[in-house]
């Protein structure tokens, strides 16, 4: 448990600025079972609250600021939420950094260990998580997905999981956007994208090459291009 909170703490979270992280805009939908490690995590209504991924059998990944939303279990296996077809676990414990304060200071993860083991099969599998080093180059293509709304003016999330491609950005832009931009955050969206200003749920992970790299939680619009994300 030891080691895997120090891997949970090396992971890159995503800043956020004025409004939460909320959905996939002008994104596509996912394949059926191309991504069996995503999460949605739900309250005691059923109601999808924020993304996640599984890392292990009994531990679940998703964003610190979703902690406080009343969440009560997991929804695994599941392309469509509206089908019935899925795991569902209850969450044990929740893990949150004791140097987590807000989503505009970074450390914004939340580690969710689950009541019971899950049953990993062709459509629940966990995602690889990246060593402590990782350097990730400007422009290189990742991608985000979640169940969250797709019009910036729309309440409705969406039944099916959708996907949407995004460019990492290159650091010192963000620096020079954001001064105070915390050190182990990662810019991604873009430059002069329209695929929305949020580029997947809160606490859905960036993944580069197969690898768990960070997990969204917020965006930042001024000074960057329309619907640039920063994760």
């Known amino acids: 448990m030891h080691c895997l909170h120090k891997l949970l703490l090396c992971l890159l979270p995503c800043l956020r ?27 005691n209504k059923g109601q999808h609250v924020c993304g996640g991924f599984l890392i292990t059998e009994d531990f679940v990944l998703s964003s610190a600021h979703c902690g ?10 599941n392309h469509n939420l509206k089908k019935a077809d899925h795991q569902k676990v209850r969450i044990g414990k929740k ?24 049953r990993l099969g ?3 599998q966990t995602v690889q998580l990246p060593p402590a080093e990782i350097h990730l180059k400007q422009n290189q293509v990742c991608q985000v997905a979640g169940w969250g709304k797709t019009k ?13 491609d995004v460019s990492v950005i290159d650091k010192q832009v963000c620096v020079l956007l954001w001064p105070s931009l915390p050190a ?7 430059y002069k994208t329209t695929k929305g200003f949020c580029q997947g749920d809160s606490g859905a992970p960036l993944v580069c090459d197969g690898l768990a790299v960070g997990l969204v939680s917020f965006n930042y619009e001024r000074s960057f291009p329309p619907h640039t994300a920063l994760l």
Not at 32 to 38: C, F, I, K, L, T
């Open 184 to 190: 182990n955050v990662t810019c991604a969206g873009g």
């Open 17 to 43: 600025d004025i409004k939460f992280a909320t959905g996939i805009i002008h994104g596509e939908k996912a394949p059926e079972n191309s991504m069996p490690y995503m999460v949605s995590v739900q309250d």
């Open 95 to 118: 893990i949150i950094p004791e140097n987590y304060q807000n989503v505009g200071l970074g450390n914004d993860i939340m580690l969710l260990q689950l009541s019971e083991k899950v």
């Open 152 to 164: 910036t003016d729309d309440n409705k999330p969406v039944d099916e999981l959708m996907v949407v």
């Open 122 to 124: 062709h459509r629940v």
């Open 68 to 77: 406080n939303s009343g969440l009560t279990h997991v929804v695994l296996g």
